[in-house]
């Protein structure tokens, strides 16, 4: 067939399950890199980045649409 494809739109949502961004959850980020979840709202997480003095708060849905995080897989996880 020799067609280029598109991802579909919602790839987001399978790579990035909003659900997963608990509190001491470790996630990355494209462009702040590792961090912790220090707080979570409904439509809000809070992270503390390696090596960054304030934490950051971004919009979950942004994120999941943009693919801004990956959560880091509980096994990979470091203590700190």
């Given at each position: 067939?020799?067609?280029?494809?598109?991802a579909?739109?919602?790839i987001?949502?399978?790579?990035?399950?909003?659900?997963?961004?608990?509190?001491g959850?470790?996630?990355?980020?494209?462009?702040?890199?590792?961090?912790?979840?220090i707080?979570?709202?409904?439509?809000?997480?809070?992270?503390?980045?390696?090596g960054?003095?304030?934490?950051?708060?971004?919009?979950?849905?942004?994120?999941?649409?943009?693919?801004?995080?990956?959560?880091?897989?509980?096994?990979?996880?470091?203590?700190?």
């Amino acid at each position: 067939y020799n067609k280029e494809l598109a991802a579909s739109r919602y790839i987001g949502e399978i790579l990035l399950d909003p659900d997963e961004l608990t509190v001491g959850r470790e996630v990355m980020h494209v462009r702040f890199g590792s961090g912790k979840v220090i707080q979570r709202k409904k439509d809000t997480v809070t992270i503390r980045f390696r090596g960054i003095p304030l934490p950051k708060t971004f919009h979950v849905e942004f994120c999941v649409q943009q693919r801004l995080l990956t959560v880091v897989p509980e096994g990979d996880q470091t203590t700190s």
